[in-house]
């Protein structure tokens, strides 16, 4: 573990390093509360931005030439891409071949419908981390403490407002995803 902790501090910035060490205390916490090893849960979380640092052009080469792009709108929103060539090369680059985790890494900005507990896990760490000051956030907080579920839904719910708010383009995993867990939870 020791390593990635190195690893990840090396390559991304304070702030987000920070936010990478709250995400994997969070999921950590999350895993144990549903029945998920922790310690692949707080490796998911410090490895969850690997792919964070990588400039748009780069990401939409890396996603291109390895058939990663899933949404047309990923090209137009490139920070998009940062979990699945995130997943991809650290696959690549470190050997990390845990099919959970690579999901949990890949999928963690716009969910997916039937994503495992650990991608579900790290979803909503990203969101409800104790560095990340979001207005109305102590509310989605709770709840995945309680549902992880629901606390998924009602994230998932959250970032969508964003993002309408913002006039930006929805991701049609994110709409699946919450369709899913729509149907899962009622
Ligand atoms: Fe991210
Ligand atoms: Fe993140």
């Not at 990588?54 to 996603?63: D, G, R």
Request: glycine share 6%.
């Amino acid at each position: 573990m020791d390593k990635y902790i190195t690893l990840l501090k090396e390559k991304l910035d304070n702030k987000r390093f920070l936010h990478s060490l709250g995400v994997a205390e969070t999921a950590q916490e999350l895993a144990i509360k549903n029945e998920v090893d922790p310690e692949l849960a707080y490796l998911s979380g410090i490895l969850h931005d690997y792919g964070k640092n990588i400039s748009c052009e780069n990401l939409i080469k890396i996603a291109e030439n390895n058939k990663l792009i899933t949404d047309e709108i990923e090209k137009k929103n490139p920070f998009l891409l940062h979990g699945p060539v995130g997943a991809y090369l650290l696959e690549k680059e470190l050997g990390i071949k845990n099919r959970e985790v690579l999901e949990a890494v890949r999928y963690h900005t716009t969910g997916k419908p039937n994503l495992g507990k650990l991608g579900l896990i790290i979803y909503i760490a990203d969101l409800i981390e104790p560095n990340r000051r979001l207005t109305g956030i102590e509310t989605i907080r709770k709840l995945a403490y309680q549902d992880l579920y629901k606390g998924v839904l009602t994230g998932i719910n959250y970032t969508l407002v964003h993002v309408i708010e913002q006039n930006q383009p929805i991701h049609s995993l994110s709409i699946d995803a919450r369709n899913w867990l729509l149907d899962i939870i009622n």
